[in-house]
């Protein structure tokens, strides 16, 4: 897609350092290295978000994870951990909108890297998650 910054990263229109490719996929390091090694996973059809995937795509995307994410756990042996994260929509931090995954590996819990999920639980009753989970259910195609 024109103007797509990761459309030109995989045309080679800008650089990138790359980590994996095959005709599907390319991953490669993120500008920032919020950690050392922190790489992108994206698919080499142009998709905004999440919403746009269908099955096929997802399996193809997602079933790169855990061989890269293998790789770069290889690669230094001081990675403890990693976190996988997909932000879909600007509301959820998105901001380059050719969908990816980020495989961010952990060096330690002080790492300058964090996510915090909220306890609302308090505030739904047995009925109402309920009630919610069917809701969710019916959308299911
Ligand atoms: P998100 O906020 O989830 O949309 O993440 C977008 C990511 O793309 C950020 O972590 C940026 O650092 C990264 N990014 C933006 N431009 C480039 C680029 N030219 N090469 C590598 N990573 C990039
Ligand atoms: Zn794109």
Redesign the pocket.
């Known amino acids: 897609m024109e103007d797509c ?1 990761f459309c030109k ?1 995989i045309n080679r229109e ?1 650089p ?1 350092h790359v980590v994996y490719e095959d005709e599907d996929v390319l991953a ?5 290295q ?1 950690t050392k090694g ?1 790489t ?1 996973l994206i698919p080499k059809k142009h998709v905004s978000d999440i919403f746009e995937y269908d099955q096929n795509l997802a399996a193809t995307l997602f079933s790169r994870i855990p061989k890269i994410a293998k790789a770069i756990e290889s690669s230094d042996n001081l990675i403890k951990g990693m976190n996988i ?1 997909n ?1 879909n929509r600007e509301v959820a ?5 050719h969908s ?1 995954v ?1 495989l961010i590996p952990r060096y330690d819990k002080k790492d300058d890297f964090s996510m915090r999920f909220g306890n609302h639980m308090e505030d739904y009753s047995a009925a109402e998650l309920a009630t919610l989970a069917r809701s969710i259910q019916a959308h299911i195609k």
């Open positions: 910054i990263i800008i990138s490669f390091l993120d500008i920032t919020v922190h992108l994260v932000n931090y998105q901001t380059v909108f990816h980020h």
